[in-house]
């Protein structure tokens, strides 16, 4: 199974559905739909009316974010996994380097991540090495150390993806080299087979993927997918990208 999920970070209104409508009727109708899921992270204010309106659709509604604590807590402004699951989220993003850059620690990502499986959220957890990490020549031991810190060998495979996201690529245009993928791809997996004992889950790719540069990624048959910022927020744009995959 392939992933293209569309992470609309700050943007989106109730209206912004019609982009949502127009990418499920071409996936519905897409002679390669079995291969493939697609998820859209709107904001949290569109969760559940999105999780109602494609109810019954190809299309799975998740959130970007979900707070480090199960339940209900008095915590200003935060939501967790059970209120998401609530409106009908079937996923959450967790770890994505925005929220990294915004104080998330390795600690409150392994507990977001296991409040998240607990109220039966899959989690896409992303994980990327910033530019002086990539200078420096530590993107492997920094993936290796993010995957470390927050997965359990207890969780199963198929409840959790990982979206490998270089900061340094997100919405830059800038994207590594198919070389420097595939290496670091078999890498994550072989970290990920270390702790879920032979198994790997997917594994996406994130960070400027559009409709022309999809073809190179295509040829890394170890990519299962992708996180799309920018581009989801297009119909056009998120549908080129399945489009070119499967051309
Ligand atoms: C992202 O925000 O997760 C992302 C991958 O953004 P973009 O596709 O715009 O680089």
Known sequence: MRYFIGNWKMFGVPKSVSILNKINSYYSKDKNRNKYKVVITPPYTL????????????????????????????????ISSYMLKSVGAKYTLVGHSDNRGEGDTDEMLKDKVRYALKNNLKVVFCIGENKTEKKNKKTLSVLKRQLTKAMEKKFKKNDIIIAYEPIWSIGTGKIPSANELKKITIHIKKVLKGIFKKNSPAVLYGGSVDGTNVEMFKEIREIDGFLIGGASKSSKKFIDIIKNYYR
């Open 47 to 78: 969760i559940e009316s999105f999780s109602n309106h494609f109810k019954n659709k190809k299309i799975s509604i998740g959130a970007q974010n979900c707070f480090q604590k199960d339940q209900f807590s008095s915590n200003t402004a935060a």
